[in-house]
């Protein structure tokens, strides 16, 4: 067995060695640090003690053995007795020329970092059906606020200045949706996409208007702007679905009565260093979306930018993939925070500077 324990030794994903009497027989570094527990102790106590009452992975285990070949289960939540949830791909095989001998491999979902994290959204955004789905998604909110225009126009109680504005909002947010539909390509693509300077305090300007009239009727958005913030690198229409996606959830949180905030800042000073230990990259553009609701649930607080992480019925769980996806492709950072007191949900943007001005 000197061998196979070398082999598994070495492997960064963390891998179980299977008995074919069920038991734990052995266990890689990978898996000691994911499950927080030596190897001989999980050897000793097995599945209960490694993952306490969850039976995922027992129930794979006693599969795989039952039929005599492998089986799987993608994107499960593993709950290690002693560690940190862990979001997985199980993967139950046999082991060539050991009869009745298993490994188990889980394959992170959950990565440590930011920078990991965006960059794992970007597969799970270009498969076909994410494509889709995220597309549907995209699609409902502007026309929340086409609806809202329509409907306050046909009141009859707007006059000239108001009309005219609501058409604007109904054919820009129209437009939009067009343009999406033709940019269903772009997401199985990986070319970088095209940016132009653009006034970001017009684009969120924008995006308040669409938000005021459709799905943030009920609440108070207040806007505070830095003066001193010059055109940023941007492509328009996707850093409009970013705003609009914070915007809806920060509502959504925040409920009737409720209070947005919307804020720029720029520092040219700050840079930020890539999880991945690169040089630091300068990211002066920050907005912040901030709302006065209870804050992400703190389970899902570590997951919140993965596709598919939703605590609300009915939700797709795709809008803050999205927004993480956009802001990647800008070459830019998102984080959650809560902060003040009382405290208050923040979602910030930081955003680089363009090409060859990065001095
Ligand atoms: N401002 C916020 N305050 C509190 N929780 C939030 C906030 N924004 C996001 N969340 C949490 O993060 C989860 C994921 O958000 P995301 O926008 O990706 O999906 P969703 O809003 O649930 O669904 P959809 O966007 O499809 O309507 C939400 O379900 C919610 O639990
Ligand atoms: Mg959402």
Same mark, same amino acid.
């Given at each position: 067995m000197a061998g196979a324990s070398e082999l598994l030794a070495g492997l960064a994903v963390p891998v179980m060695l299977v008995r074919p009497d069920g038991g734990i027989a052995m266990v890689n570094m990978a898996a000691e640090a994911a499950l927080n527990m030596g190897q001989a102790a999980l050897a000793e106590r097995g599945w209960q003690a490694a993952f306490g009452g969850d039976e995922t992975v027992a129930t794979l285990v006693a599969r795989a053995r039952r039929d005599g070949s492998g089986c799987a289960a993608y994107d499960v939540m593993l709950k290690p007795l002693n560690g940190r949830p862990i979001r997985a791909d199980v993967l139950v095989n046999p082991v060539a020329e050991m009869e009745g001998w298993l490994t188990v491999a889980l394959q992170m979902r959950a990565v440590t970092t930011m920078v990991d994290r965006q960059v794992q959204q970007l597969g799970a955004a270009r498969s076909a059906e994410g494509v889709a789905q995220m597309l549907a998604h995209e699609i409902k909110n502007p026309l929340s606020g086409i609806k809202g225009a329509a409907q306050l126009l046909a009141s009859g109680e707007s006059d000239a200045a108001d009309r005219a504005e609501l058409t604007g909002l109904i054919v820009a947010e129209v437009d939009r949706i067009a343009k999406l539909v033709d940019r269903l390509e772009s997401f199985t693509d990986t070319r970088p996409i095209r940016l132009r300077p653009i006034n970001m305090h017009e684009l969120l300007g924008h995006v308040r208007r669409v938000a005021e009239t459709g799905f943030a009727q009920a609440l108070a958005i207040r806007e505070s702007y830095d003066p001193s913030l010059p055109m940023v690198p941007a492509n328009r229409d996707a850093l409009v679905q970013v705003f609009l996606n914070l915007l809806k959830n920060a509502a959504e949180a925040a409920g009737e009565g409720g209070e947005l905030r919307i804020s720029t800042a720029y520092r040219p000073g700050l840079k930020v260093r890539p999880a991945d230990g690169g040089a630091p990259v300068s990211l002066p553009f920050e907005v912040r979306v901030c709302d006065n609701g209870p804050g992400v649930p703190l389970a899902l607080a570590d997951y +919140? $930018?993965? &596709? $598919? +992480?939703? /605590?609300? &019925? *009915? *939700? /797709? *769980?795709?809008g803050l993939a999205l927004v993480a996806k956009i802001i990647a492709d800008h070459g830019g950072v998102i984080e959650y925070e809560r902060s003040g007191e009382p405290a208050w949900t923040v979602f910030r943007v930081l955003l680089p500077v363009a090409e060859g001005e990065a001095a």
């Open positions: +919140v $930018f993965e &596709p $598919f +992480v939703t /605590s609300k &019925p *009915g *939700g /797709s *769980g795709l």
